[in-house]
């Protein structure tokens, strides 16, 4: 008679395959919302929100409600990593899903500044800001979702479907968007054919649904819960025991986030400026790197399998700046061949090769008993210090001076302390997830 132990089904239905679609779904439907919003900054927000003001300013305006969802994200990644290092991973990812969907559809039926006045920018605002409490909630739990059920030595490739709804998400809300204008024109996408884009959200939200109920905790943490072991107030207890680690990780995320907005938010706005409103060399680069992001992304991660996390995120901190600058380079020419190569360059180049890695490393730092609090603490200071603020200040300093190069020094500044937070990182690719 065999004495084997059951498999239960629980486990069995959950491989590493079904848990890593679950997750780039998933996060694919949430950052379609978050992009959605950052691309209507750039392209309508500004006019139709805050109209009464020039248009730098309203330019700064919009960029300020933008990053308000920055702003909420660290807020939003202390809540979730309290309940997701309680309650579970799942749980918290179902809420993020259903609270970002019903903010976006929301937006979507939002007045204008022409039809209730000021009450059109607070209340864009306050949508906003629970959309970053929603989105600081959702990355770290599904990346840990990923990693946890991931083979060993493939921990990387499996946490880069996280990763991927960046890419997908961004390639489906700056294509609607795109399509829309396209096949509405200018006048149509700006009175009323911008909205669709985000009404869609909600159906978006039920595929999300129907995927993510279907899937369960990684069999680590069901054991900690099980037996009681999970901690107190994981946020405390990880600034106790791991506070170098969240300093990594926040630290790792600066030049990462900071390169991404500043060429797909910001460098949209700065294409209009350079070259009018009716160039669309700017989405046609945003959705051509979101595509190949689908490739670029991963290959990083299968990468950083074999030689380690640091050397991958080295060449992407240590190249960005460079690429941003070629970036605003190619704007200068007019050419759009020349800017779609320069977006290629600093989106599935250099920005990849930081952000394919991102999941597992971030994950391999912690803990399974403090792993989503540290994870999302990580992700989300960093994206507020250098993602929500990265478009105001470009915006600030190009207006101030007329020149570019103040915004490639900024971002340089950034760069150089992800690389100091890259060579102070310990090395996780081979090692034991931590129990």
Excluded at 175 to 202: C, K
Aim: proline share 4%.
């Amino acid at each position: 008679m065999s004495t084997t132990a059951p498999v239960s089904t629980s486990d069995s239905i959950h491989t590493p395959r079904r848990v890593a679609l679950a997750s780039a779904v998933g996060t694919t439907i949430e950052w379609y919302d978050f992009y959605l919003y950052a691309t209507a900054t750039a392209l309508v927000f500004n006019q139709l929100f805050f109209p009464s003001v020039d248009p730098t300013t309203g330019t700064l305006a919009a960029f300020a409600t933008y990053a308000a969802g920055f702003g909420a994200r660290p807020i939003g990644a202390v809540i979730s990593g309290h309940l997701g290092d309680r309650l579970g991973r799942k749980v918290v990812l179902v809420a993020a899903l259903v609270t970002m969907g019903l903010a976006t559809t929301a937006i979507g039926l939002l007045p204008t500044y022409a039809t209730i006045g000021v009450w059109a920018p607070i209340l864009l605002v306050v949508l906003r800001i629970v959309q970053g409490l929603a989105v600081g909630g959702e990355w770290a739990g599904a990346a840990i979702l990923g990693v946890e059920h991931a083979p060993a030595r493939r921990r990387g490739f499996f946490g880069s479907f996280t990763q991927l709804g960046s890419p997908a998400g961004m390639l489906l809300a700056t294509g609607s968007l795109f399509l829309v204008r396209v096949i509405g024109g200018n006048e149509a996408f700006l009175s009323w054919a911008w909205r669709l884009p985000f009404l869609a959200s909600i159906l978006l939200v039920g595929v999300g649904l129907f995927i993510r109920l279907r899937i369960s905790d990684g069999a680590a943490f069901r054991r900690l819960r099980d037996a009681g072991e999970v901690a107190l107030l994981p946020v405390v207890e990880v600034f106790r025991e791991a506070p170098r680690n969240v300093l990594v990780t926040t630290g790792l995320r600066l030049s990462q986030i900071a390169l991404f907005v500043l060429l797909t938010t910001y460098g949209l706005t700065y294409i209009t400026g350079e070259l009018g409103k009716a160039n669309s060399a700017g989405l046609l680069a945003v959705v051509i790197t979101s595509a190949l992001g689908l490739l670029t992304t991963p290959l990083w991660a299968v990468l950083s399998d074999r030689i380690g996390r640091r050397t991958p995120y080295l060449i992407g901190s240590i190249g960005g700046t460079i690429t941003l600058a070629l970036f605003f380079l190619a704007v200068g020419t007019g050419s759009t061949p020349l800017i779609v190569l320069a977006m290629v360059l600093g989106i599935n180049v250099t920005h990849d090769a930081m952000y394919g890695p991102q999941a597992a490393w971030f994950a391999e730092l912690f803990s399974t008993r403090l792993r989503y609090s540290g994870a999302s603490l990580g992700y989300g200071i960093g994206s507020v210090v250098a993602g929500g603020f990265a478009p105001l200040v470009a915006a600030a300093l190009v207006g101030a001076t007329g020149s570019f190069w103040l915004v490639v020094a900024f971002l340089g500044v950034l760069s150089v302390l992800t690389t100091v937070a890259a060579l102070a990182g310990r090395e996780t690719a081979h090692e034991p997830l931590a129990s």
